[in-house]
């Protein structure tokens, strides 16, 4: 079988129009050994390389991989793996015919379970009613009759009525003015909020400052010659100027007079009526 087997892949690597020594420059495969797997030698190396081998044979000849060792492993128990196949494939279509009934079988068994489910039986609805005479059923209509009308009649009564009340036009003329009026109390109170006190800090040498404003908690920081920096406030600012020498301030764009001296350590205090000196360190809050 292995003969026969090596013959096979000889005839595909013919009919794919692919020689010896192209099949073994493509596939890096000695030449010596596809020689002697033609010839069905298959013991010239151990048997992981000889499949490895022979899947790469398949594979650059157009053949299944894994059928063609499949067919290599059938060979060596002197099996013809063409044959065993088809023996297989019947066997299993047959046993696939067996299990699965006749499709007229199974139609006329669908229709006779459709036929058994649809037949009414004895016992219901309608059988009750052809058993009535007509003058109980004209009853039983006009009862349901007056049910229905009942409850049209109950849920029309439960809906509340919408009255629309039209407001006599002084009224109407009153609500405006009044509107018109809060609103422009409203505003007025918002522009005099927004009515804010900008500092304006001015460096000419280096000065350590501290200072808290109604907007934001206490700030440190350290200006250097030439820097300034802007800080708004609603009513006043609270300072600690480390150089008083060294800085100017304005408010609102108008120079205030801090009387510095280089060096010399100021607290105060500045409001819109100006500056008011402290002569200890203020309390800051956070």
């Given amino acids: 079988m292995l003969n026969k087997f090596a013959q096979e892949l000889k005839e595909s690597r013919e009919k794919a129009d ?3 020594q192209n099949l073994s420059a493509r596939s ?8 002697s797997m033609e010839k069905g030698d298959f013991s ?3 048997e992981l390389y000889v499949k490895a081998f022979i899947k790469d044979y398949a594979k650059f000849i157009g053949l299944d991989a894994n059928e063609t060792i499949k067919k290599y492993e059938a060979a060596k128990k002197g099996i013809d793996y063409n044959e ?5 494939e019947t066997e299993v279509e047959q046993a696939d015919k067996k299990e699965k009934p006749d499709a007229k079988e199974k139609l006329f ?6 036929t058994v489910q649809n037949t009414p039986s004895s016992g219901g ?10 003058k109980t059923l004209a009853i039983i209509g006009g009862i349901i009759l007056v049910v229905i009308i009942a409850l049209l009649v109950f849920n029309s009564n439960n809906q509340p009525e919408i009255i629309v009340k039209e407001k006599p036009y002084e009224q109407v003329r009153k609500e405006n003015q009044q509107r018109f009026v809060q609103e422009k109390n409203k505003s007025n109170t918002v522009i005099k909020k ?3 006190l900008a500092l304006l800090i001015s460096a000419t040498d280096t000065s350590w400052i501290k200072i808290q404003s109604d907007t934001s908690g206490p700030k440190e920081f350290t200006l250097f010659p030439g820097s300034k920096i802007n800080i708004n406030s609603y009513e006043k600012f609270v300072m600690i100027i480390g150089n008083s020498g060294g800085v100017s301030l304005k408010l609102n764009g108008n120079e205030l007079n801090i009387s510095g001296k280089d060096k010399l350590v100021k607290y105060l205090v500045i409001t819109k009526k100006g500056i008011s000196f402290l002569k200890i360190e203020p309390t800051f809050t956070s």
């Fill in 84 to 88: 065993s196949k088809d023996e297989t």
């Fill in 125 to 134: 609805f309608n059988s009750f009613f052809e058993k009535q005479n007509p």
């Fill in 18 to 20: 692919i020689t010896l």
């Fill in 109 to 114: 068994g669908e229709q006779q379970n459709k």
């Fill in 44 to 46: 010239f190396l151990p």
């Fill in 194 to 196: 927004g009515k804010k």
């Fill in 28 to 35: 890096r495969l000695d030449i010596k050994f596809l020689q």
